[in-house]
Structures are given as structure tokens and as C-alpha cells.
């Protein structure tokens, strides 16, 4: 059956990637009312659910690159003079491109003028919203839990169940694909990680919720998000506390509350 399925995904795979481009349509997520008719076509063509998990992730991924790519070749163009810009995209750079001898910019000297968050926003929601990211069990936890009484009047009892611990893996990811260097990546990340701290409109809830996919995406390892995010936090709080002391010489109730977010954060 096996050898059945690889036949019929060799000769019928491209019309089952055809399906999916068409169902991602100029959105780029697919819908709900469409995700029946693909798993239709594929039980017709004979694709197996495997190959056709692999179909799927490379239809997105093809959709995905040039994404990644734009979002790259911003922060490139927002971080890089442009002799360094030039000699990047050239054949020869050293590894010292990204120092550039300039003042940081931005509000906090950190380098966070220059919006590129819708499109990382974009980004995220095509992830998500296609369903990309796998949930893995990678152990159990106890959890208490109570229990209603089983008579009128009784009380409620209180019992310890194991529940299965879950991590989010990302097999696609913007590394992976090759259209964004380490450096750059987390210069990304660092981008996002700014933003969650400092903006205070609707949106930070979102940016601060979606900073974990954000770095899965990029294709960074735990470690490395949780080592910019602590050099960010601690670099804006103290920068905030500089740039108001040197302004209104004292700190108010509402520089109290934005470093009062801030550590919540850290």
C-alpha cells in the first residue's frame, strides 16, 4: 500500500499543490469551508496523509519565503549604512557588518524607529492561522482539581491528575528556508521584543502574547529568545529611567506604571 501511495503522490502531488494554492487564494490562510474540499481532492488522488502534510508544508513554505524575505531586507535597510547595505549584498562581508558606529535610534536609543511590525504581524498570523505550528507532548504535570460533592450538602473533594505537558515545533521556519541569516534574525527578534516592551497602544498585548511564535518562526532556539529578551528589558528599563530623569528630573505616577509593565515583563 505503501508503494501505492508513493505512485499516486508522485503523479498526482502537483495537482494536489495546485488545490492548496488556489484554497490559500489572495489572503493567504485558508479558510475553514475549505479545508473539507482539500481533504476531499487529496482522498481522490490517493495521497497519502503524510505526503500530503509534506505537499502542504511546501505550498506554504513557497508562499512563506518572500515574506521573510521582505521583512529581512527592511531590517537590513533600518540597521545598515548603506556601504554596509551594499557590501552585505555583494560577494564579500566580514563579520563585523552590522556595527556601524552609529547612535541607536528610536525613542529609547534602541533602535526601534522604522515600523516593520504590521508585516511581522502578517507573518504570525499566517503561521497560526494555517495551522503550522505542531503541538508535541514532551512530558506530564500534576494538576489539582476539585471535584463537586456527590450529595446535596456534601463537599467538594480536591484531586491530583497528571496532564500532559505540550511544546509548540515550527517545521517551517524562516532559518530553514534560507532567506534570513542568523544575524538578522535576531535582529528580528530583537525588533519584536523592543516593540512589546515599549508600545502601548492595542497592539501590545498582541506583540507580547506573540513573541515565542514570533522566534519559533525565525527558526531561534529557546535560549536565544529568552537571552535577547532579558538584554532588551533591562536596556529599556534603564534607558526610560535616564531619558526621564534628564527630562523632568523626578519620575511621575505614569513613568511609575510603564517601569511597573516592564518588570512584569523581565
Known sequence: MEDVYEVHANTFGA?????????????GVIREEFRAPLEDLRSRLGVSDQAAKDIYLEALSERMKPMIEYISNEMERLVLTNDQLAQKRGDDYGEDYFKSGQKPSGKL???TDGNIMSDIMNLIDFYVENDIVEKEVVGTKKVEKKVPAEEEGGEEKTITVEEPVYESTY???????QCIDDKVAELCYRQFVVSS????SPNAARYEASKATFGGILGLTAEQMEEIGSSIGGMVYDNYITQSMSTKGALDQQDMMFLANIQGKL
Not at 15 to 27: M, S, W
Open 171 to 177: 517545521p517551517i521556519t524562516a532559518k530553514g528556508l
Open 109 to 111: 536609543g534602541l533602535g
Open 197 to 200: 516592551f515599549t508600545d502601548q
Open 15 to 27: 495537482a494536489y499543490k495546485k488545490g492548496i494554492k488556489e484554497a490559500l487564494g489572495t489572503t
